[in-house]
T-cell receptor
Framework: DAGVIQSPRHEVTEMGQEVTLRCKPI?????LFWYRQTMMRGLELLIYFNNNVPIDDSGMPEDRFSAKMPNASFSTLKIQPSEPRDSAVYFC?????????????FGEGSWLTVV | GESVGLHLPTLSVQEGDNSIINCAYSNSASDYFIWYKQESGKGPQFIIDIRSNMDKRQGQRVTVLLNKTVKHLSLQIAATQPGDSAVYFCAALNSGYSTLTFGKGTMLLVSP
């Protein structure tokens, strides 16, 4: 299994620019999660989808952040406009469900630096 | 809400020692727990999980203990190796919320 695939692995962008992070979940997984990791706040859940439908987006910081899942094999997290405080590692993860016992598998992350 | 925390931010051990990483959770409704290992520059990697109807589960060189009475779980690594050096996260799931809440992480440093 290829695992969860994220792109880009690293991105450096200027403040105000649009950033789009991409994720391909593990085939057959119907739940997809976007997390953000920083030294100060650790791993924070931004949003999760079940069967391509956003279930909980309460972790999305503000309107500058948006996420979509147009089909079962692809999701995007977009930041527009980006700000320096958005610098973090963004992880996508997937699982076979969203109940107990369904292990969540993480991608390698997208390392974002906004200057 | 769920709050998951770790007792020690850094744990230093010698190669061959047994390591114990502790974690406390606050929500008694949590019913599934996972330990993840995160190496530098990589995503969290699943190590072992345990459901709330169990108090112990063993894997290869790892054991997770769950004490629901005091809302505490631990990860024991036997014969720790330099390759075990990483940050370890515990995570708790309340099936009613359907999402994992992660602790801040403990860095394990293994000296040869």
């Amino acid at each position: 299994d290829a695992g969860v695939i994220q792109s880009p692995r690293h991105e450096v962008t200027e403040m105000g620019q649009e950033v789009t992070l991409r994720c391909k979940p593990i085939s057959g997984h119907n739940s997809l999660f976007w997390y953000r990791q920083t030294m100060m706040r650790g791993l924070e859940l931004l949003i999760y989808f079940n069967n391509n439908v956003p279930i909980d987006d309460s972790g999305m910081p503000e309107d500058r952040f948006s996420a979509k899942m147009p089909n079962a094999s692809f999701s995007t997290l977009k930041i527009q406009p980006s700000e320096p405080r958005d610098s973090a590692v963004y992880f996508c993860a997937s699982s076979t469900g969203h109940s107990s016992g369904n292990t969540i598998y993480f991608g390698e992350g997208s390392w974002l630096t906004v200057v | 809400g769920e709050s998951v925390g770790l007792h020690l931010p850094t744990l230093s051990v010698q190669e061959g020692d047994n390591s114990i990483i502790n974690c406390a959770y606050s929500n008694s409704a949590s019913d599934y727990f996972i330990w993840y290992k995160q190496e530098s520059g990589k995503g969290p990697q699943f190590i072992i999980d345990i459901r709330s109807n169990m108090d112990k589960r063993q894997g290869q060189r790892v054991t997770v203990l769950l004490n629901k009475t005091v809302k505490h779980l631990s990860l024991q690594i036997a014969a720790t190796q330099p390759g075990d050096s990483a940050v370890y996260f515990c995570a708790a799931l309340n099936s009613g919320y359907s999402t994992l809440t992660f602790g801040k992480g403990t860095m394990l440093l293994v000296s040869p």
